[in-house]
């Protein structure tokens, strides 16, 4: 209660208002006092001088009433006049109310007296016995002393009025009155105002004070300060209010922005890292920390100190000093986001990316792209590797072949380039399947790599063919040794997968700086060479020579000048008529194609086809021969002079590979109106065996639609009836290398018969091509050989010849026929 009121806004105010006002008028009063005391002292000593000359009056008096009786001298009268003096001067003090004292003229006597203290009077006997007269009135400090010497007695009269007293009557109490008075209306009005600021001041000032407490705007109504205080409390309140709802939602919305941001911060894929612009740690989400395995993180850890920790934890390990590598990655830091990459241990990979924020700061990026990386590398390896037998490729090795040409030509060394290509894979891949042909090429990647020495370089180039770069043979003749031993260790016998496989390579060889200087050139020399290998009999070594190039060149002017030609229209067909060997009839004709060169003259097909066939040319000029060898035969069939004929068209394996030879063969019968059945295709039992689901296609479709099949060169391939039967065909031409040998070797003789015979148990149609002589023909007529065609009938001759020869055959066969009729 008291602390309540000491703390008062009112006490606070009023006690040192009221403290100062009393001690104004304590002050004054004092002042006053003193003035009034000092006045009254005066008085005093006026009225005990004024008492002091009435006492000398009275002595004088009776002095002069002495003299005046003339009996100054008289002893007793002037002891007499003596006493009466005194009872006059003690009857005089007592009735102005003062004390004396009178002594004798030797101060030995008191004469007068009247009624004093004791210890005054001790004090004034002891005083004026010892001391001078005037030292008594310095000793007498309670009184007013007033000392007066009557000179004809020679008394010392003393007047004496105590201070208390004297001042007591002297003062006048209405300033006392006053004082008080005026004190207590000053404690009164302070009492007043106090209250009255109590309850006119506190009462408004609670009352706003409560309605602030209670959260509410004050709303005070009276008087006017207050009401303004009040209303200037509400506007501040209202306004504190709508700035604190501004200042909540805007907290709220911070809070939702700062949890939206950790949130989304966290929910990265990438390691996020804050640093301030002093490079210390401000924030980090967690795949930060997990990324570099970063359990205890120091505050404010700077990206040195995060790189030390790392270094420490064994998250990375680097082989220069830790100093050195940080050095190194501080300074490639940026901050424009540059990419930058730490390798960490266990081939892992973190790239980063850094930003410059607005306060100066750092914001890190950091990506684990390890399994980019290895994407990357694994890319890397495929780009540069051959899976199969992890044997660089085509691509690695004509970078290795570059390189070393390169160092070659600093150290005028040579490169021995080596080109091998296997013989008969595709019969491995066909007849075994591509699981076994994957299983040889590893062990020949083996063999290979075991024939080379450390520094040398394998290569797989693409399906069968493989290379190998040598640097460091001083010689032609180790060149020469070393194509040898690949040579023969290529030339062995391997299991694949339970199978036994003899195995063969090819090999060119080439050498720079001698053959070439640049990669496409060496490589070029070197599969001339493989190439000059194969068609010398395979499973050998060919260095490459000159001789090879002009060839190659040949070839490649003679492929440039067929497209010429069929532009120019050079190419002819000749017909080779086929005699049915039971009615000796013309049944039909092969047709084949020649080559009416501008300057070389007549060009058989054995010298164009092979080369057309390589250029995949073929595809057009064997559509060319198809379209017009049934433009030929439907001509004739159309003018009805040489009967029902069939016209055989070869075609090649390109054609069905790469070309559209039913829809061409559709398209020419369509717009000739021709019977298919008077088309034949003849195939070689090789294209059939070699690519049997690209032509067993075009051979159902054109079963299909009536065309015939025949096998041509039949009984080269190494083929069998009874796998021919899987597919629509027709006929069988025994090939004319049997039928050379018909005569005289028995083999051949079994062949034929044999064909024959499990031809018709068939179906088939057979027949003899390359029958050059009469016993020929008459051997196979026993055999029962269906048909026939070669020189012994007719050369292949051009259109308008074998219309000559046609009609001259039949007039022939009709004048026989007429003979044995008439029995000649
Ligand atoms: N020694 C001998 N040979 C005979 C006899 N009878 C016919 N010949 C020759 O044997 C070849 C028969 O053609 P092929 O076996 O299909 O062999 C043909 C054929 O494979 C190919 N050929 C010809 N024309 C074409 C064609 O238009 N397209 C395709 N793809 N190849 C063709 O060229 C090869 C050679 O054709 P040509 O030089 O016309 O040679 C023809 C023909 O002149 C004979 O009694 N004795």
């Known amino acids: 209660m008291l602390k309540k009121l000491v703390n008062s806004f009112a006490f606070r105010v009023f006690t040192p208002f009221l403290v100062f006002v009393s001690l104004v008028v304590i002050v004054l009063y004092l002042f006053t006092s003193y003035s009034i005391s000092d006045s009254a002292n005066h008085q005093i000593k006026e009225n005990l001088n004024w008492l002091s000359r ?57 004469i007068v007296k009247t009624e004093l203290p004791r210890a005054t009077l001790a004090t004034i006997e002891t005083s004026l016995l010892t001391d001078a007269s005037i030292a008594v009135i310095d000793k007498l400090t309670d009184y007013i002393v007033h000392s007066q010497l009557f000179q004809p007695w020679q008394w010392r009269i003393i007047l004496l009025k105590p201070k208390a007293q004297a001042l007591r009557t002297m003062e006048q109490p209405v300033y006392r009155y006053a004082f008080s008075i005026a004190l207590i209306t000053i404690v009164i009005i302070t009492g007043l105002m106090f209250y009255f600021l109590s309850y006119k001041v506190r009462n408004p000032i609670n009352r706003i004070i409560g309605a602030i407490k209670k959260g509410n705007q004050p709303s005070y109504r009276g008087v006017s300060e207050f009401e303004f205080l009040s209303d200037s409390i509400a506007g501040m309140m209202h306004s504190l209010t709508e700035k604190t709802h501004l ?37 980090c989400n967690q795949h930060f920390r997990n990324f570099y395995s970063l ?8 990206f040195q100190d995060i790189l030390r920790i790392m270094y420490r934890e064994g998250v990375v390990s680097v082989d220069v000093p830790l100093e050195t590598w940080i050095k190194s990655i501080m300074l490639t830091r940026d901050k424009v986001g540059r990419a930058h990459l730490i390798e960490l241990n266990q081939d892992r990979f973190i790239e980063f990316r850094e930003y410059a924020t607005s306060d100066g700061g750092v914001v890190g990026i950091h990506t684990d792209i390890t399994d980019r990386k290895m994407a990357e590398q694994r890319l890397q390896y495929l780009a540069s590797y051959d899976l199969l037998t992890n044997l660089p490729n085509r691509v690695m090795f004509q970078h290795e072949l570059k390189k070393n040409i390169n160092r070659a030509e600093r150290f005028e060394g040579i490169v021995a380039l080596f080109f091998i290509d296997l013989d008969k894979f595709k019969d491995v891949n066909d007849t075994l399947g591509h699981m076994v042909g994957d299983e040889l090429l590893k062990k020949v990647a083996d063999i290979l790599l075991n024939s080379i020495r450390g520094f040398d370089i394998a290569a797989r180039l693409g399906g069968d063919e493989f290379a190998v770069i040598s640097s460091g043979l001083r010689s032609e003749v180790e060149v020469e040794n070393m194509a040898q031993r690949m040579n023969d260790l290529l030339n062995c016998t391997v299991d694949c997968q339970g199978h036994t496989i003899h195995i063969g390579a090819s090999i060119g060889v080439t050498l720079f700086p001698y053959d070439g200087n640049d990669c496409d050139q060496l490589l070029k020399n070197a599969d001339m060479a493989m190439y000059e290998a194969k068609n010398l009999g395979r499973n050998q070594y060919r260095m490459y020579n000159d001789e090879m190039n002009r060839r190659v060149q040949e070839r490649n002017a003679l492929e440039k000048d067929m497209r010429r030609a069929l532009m120019a229209d050079e190419f002819l067909v000749y017909y080779q008529p086929k005699i049915d060997l039971n009615t000796s009839h013309v049944v039909g004709m092969e047709a084949l194609v020649r080559w009416q060169h501008s300057n070389r003259g007549l060009i058989t097909p054995n010298k164009f086809i092979p080369i057309a066939e390589q250029s995949n040319l073929i595809t057009d000029i064997g559509e060319w021969v198809l379209e017009e060898a049934c433009r030929q035969c439907q001509e004739w069939s159309e003018v009805n002079e040489l009967g029902k004929l069939q016209v055989a068209v070869n075609l090649s394996a390109s054609q069905f590979k790469y070309g559209d030879i039913t829809g ?50 039949f009984g080269t391939g190494y083929s069998s009836l009874a796998y021919l039967w899987r597919f629509p065909v027709n006929k069988v031409k025994i090939d004319r290398s049997f039928i050379k040998d018909l005569l005289h070797n028995n083999e051949a003789q079994a062949i034929v018969r044999s064909v024959i015979s499990l031809a018709h148990s068939l179906n088939l149609v057979v027949i003899a091509e390359g029958v050059e002589t009469k016993k020929q023909l008459e051997f196979l007529q026993k055999l029962k050989c269906d048909q026939a065609q070669g020189y012994f009938f007719s050369p292949p001759l051009p ?20 003979y044995r009729k008439i029995g000649r």
Not at 76 to 97: G, P
Not at 682 to 695: G, L, R, S
Not at 800 to 814: G, H, I, L, T
């Open 799 to 818: 259109a308008a010849s074998f219309v000559e020869w046609v009609k001259e055959y039949q007039e022939k066969q009709a004048h026989k026929g007429l």
């Open 664 to 713: 061409t063969a559709d398209r020419v019968l369509q717009k000739l109106t021709m019977e298919p059945g008077c088309l034949e295709v003849e195939i070689t039992e090789t294209m059939v065996m070699n690519d049997a689901d690209a032509v067993s296609q075009a051979l159902h479709h054109f079963a299909r639609r009536g065309v015939s099949i025949s096998i041509d060169d």
């Open 54 to 110: 009435s006492v000398l009056y009275i002595c004088d008096t009776n002095v002069d009433k002495l003299f005046q009786t003339g009996n100054a001298t008289n002893e007793k009268l002037v002891r007499l006049e003596k006493v009466s003096t005194m009872v006059a001067i003690e009857d005089f003090v007592r009735a102005n109310n003062v004390g004396v004292i009178v002594f004798d003229n030797n101060l030995q006597e008191v």
């Open 247 to 283: 200042l909540e939602s805007t907290n709220q919305e911070i809070e939702k922005a700062k949890a939206q941001l950790s949130d989304a911060i966290e929910s990265m894929s990438e390691g996020f890292v804050l640093f301030d612009e002093q490079d210390q740690l401000i924030l």
């Open 295 to 302: 359990t205890l993180l120091p505050d404010q850890a700077s």
